[in-house]
């Protein structure tokens, strides 16, 4: 099955009614483009730049930073690379970076709200992938927004970084995307207003997840709760790419359901733009999206939102099978 797969390396994800969707590789360093590429990936659709800060002794210099970006964009060759800004805080600590002790650190001060909060920090990240950015295709998103403001706040330093370079007289792409992972209810429910302002959405469904059934990923105790397929969850989903298509812009989505056999069919008939996955995963998602018809889809997609629990979505796409 696995050299089946191989010969689709090359080929589009379309479906049998002709409807083509972007298959993307996540990636955790640069050493990672590689395989994307050989299994197919289209592109980026998350580059988790925690790497460059973890296992060191202090912050990751700019050009230490820039020449990473530089190597993922290089080897991208002018395909859409994501890459995601500083998702770190909560549970996952920096021996250099001293931060309060929270009792709840999934819901405490990490990622976006991190960066604003070390703006210094944050601005080396944004000035070394600015730099970057004239050797590829970079699109850059902010991690776990909740609200407009930190977008705004966000967009706004991310605006002063670039004057700034330009000032310098150093060469920056000017047509940079500005997106949003998707991971809070609170933006899945502003999704229309989100939309208007953001270049695109990438749905973090293992966090979205998380936040809306209000469970530790990480907690054995709870994982029942853990539903890609409860209707809640789809229901938000189908809310946000609604929102973001009536504003003519992309959706994707990068955590674990996109990759996900059950998920990937109602995905594709809500409409999902671009499926960002590990490299091991693309080629046997490619083979599953060239069996489905989009437009069938579609149509099972009210039904799929009216029921009432995850098992009856499950068993409901199980049935479409047969
Ligand atoms: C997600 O939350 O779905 C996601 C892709 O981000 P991470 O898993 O890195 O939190
Ligand atoms: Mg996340």
């Known amino acids: 099955q696995k050299a089946e797969w191989q010969l689709l390396a090359n080929e589009p994800a379309i479906t049998l009614d002709s409807h083509r969707v972007e298959l993307s590789g996540n990636i955790g360093t640069p050493d990672d483009v590689e395989s994307v590429l050989k299994n197919g990936g289209e592109a980026i659709g998350l580059f988790r730049t925690e790497f460059l800060y973890m296992g060191k002794e202090q912050f990751p210099t700019e050009d230490e930073q820039f020449e990473a970006y530089k190597s993922v964009l290089e080897q991208m060759n002018g395909k859409a690379t994501i890459v995601r800004t500083l998702d770190i805080g909560g549970d ?40 970057a950015s004239i050797y590829g295709n970079l699109r850059i998103m902010f991690p776990m927004i909740t609200t407009i403001d930190e977008f705004r706040q966000a967009k706004e330093i991310f605006l002063d970084v670039k004057q700034q370079l330009i000032s310098e007289k150093i060469d920056v792409n000017e047509t940079i995307q500005l997106g949003i992972m998707v991971e809070t209810p609170a933006v899945a429910i502003l999704a229309d207003i989100f939309a208007k302002e953001v270049d695109f959405f990438s749905i973090g469904s293992n966090d979205l997840i998380q936040y809306t059934m209000a469970a530790d990923r990480m907690n054995e ?4 709760l853990y539903q890609p397929y409860n209707p809640s969850i789809l229901r938000f989903i189908k809310m ?22 059950t998920a990937i069919p109602i995905l594709l008939g809500m409409g999902l733009d671009e499926f960002s996955m590990s490299a091991s ?27 009432s629990t995850a098992d009856e979505v499950l068993q409901f796409i199980k049935s479409l099978d047969s």
């Open 92 to 131: 996952k600590e920096l021996p250099y970076l001293q931060l309060p002790h929270e009792a709840n650190p999934f819901l405490g001060l990490r990622a976006i709200r991190l960066c604003l909060d070390h703006e210094e920090m944050f601005r080396t990240q944004l000035r070394a992938l600015l730099r």
């Open 221 to 224: 105790h709870v994982s029942y």
């Open 240 to 261: 946000i790419i609604d929102a973001a298509h009536k504003e003519g812009k992309m959706v994707g989505m990068c955590g674990e359901m996109a990759r996900d056999e």
């Open 281 to 307: 995963s693309i080629l046997r998602a490619r083979s599953q999206i060239q069996k489905l018809s989009k437009a069938t889809l579609e149509n099972q997609i009210d039904h799929i939102l009216s029921l």
